[in-house]
């Protein structure tokens, strides 16, 4: 009987990956940076493909600027509700402060974009690696209170080691913003040091969209 058990258990884990639909918003490895445009701030952070634990990632690093890549697609996040990358710091940004324009600087992020009918109705959600704010937490962007930071790391203790993230943005956007999402426009990454003028260093591995938790 447990052996039918684990037979049914293996078989209906395989039917759910099955009907999984995904879209690749990244493929580092054979596409390269190609439909990734540059949005600059302040000066330009240094992003590149490089080699990093046998795949190919994309490497950003930051001294005293803002600027981050950006890919235009079209998604319904109530259907592409699970959001998964991977990243890597070196270390948080020294001084940097979620709470304030002066300390408004993050070693890594990975955020989602909702359009508006007029530019200051755009919405985000940016999902940061955190300086202070505690892992779990989020707040209104130092900016804008249609943008929201959602610490998904926090603070040095897991800096230099991969870790791979899973966020459901349909039921994030419902507790930040209130209400159910339109459909995105686009997926951005962004390492900045402008406000603090310090430096930063991270990496990105490809980013997924996905019907099914993994």
Not at 82 to 106: F, M, P, Q
């Amino acid at each position: 009987m447990r052996a039918i058990g684990v037979i049914i258990a293996i078989l209906t884990a395989y039917v759910s990956l099955a009907c999984a639909d995904e879209i690749q918003v990244s493929r580092f490895a054979t596409e390269g940076l190609a439909g990734w445009d540059t949005k600059s701030f302040k000066g330009t952070t240094d992003y590149r493909l490089v080699p990093e634990a046998g795949r190919t990632v994309v490497k950003a690093v930051s001294h005293d600027a803002a600027s981050g890549l950006i890919r235009k697609i079209s998604f319904q996040p109530s259907k592409y509700r699970y959001l998964r990358w991977s990243w890597k710091v070196s270390h948080t940004v020294k001084g940097g402060d979620e709470k304030i324009r002066a300390g408004d600087d993050y070693a890594a992020r990975v955020y989602v974009v909702f359009p508006g009918r007029f530019f200051w109705q755009i919405r985000a959600i940016n999902y940061i690696w955190a300086n202070k704010l505690a892992k779990g937490y989020f707040v209104p962007s130092a900016y804008s209170a249609n943008s929201k930071m959602v610490a998904v790391e926090s603070g040095n203790g897991r800096a230099g080691q991969w870790l791979t993230e899973e966020r459901d943005v349909y039921a994030d956007y419902r507790t930040l913003f209130g209400s159910d999402p339109p459909e995105a426009e686009a997926i951005a990454i962004m390492t900045d040091t402008d406000n603090t003028g310090g430096s930063a260093e991270a990496w990105y591995g490809d980013i997924t969209l996905s019907t099914e938790r993994k």
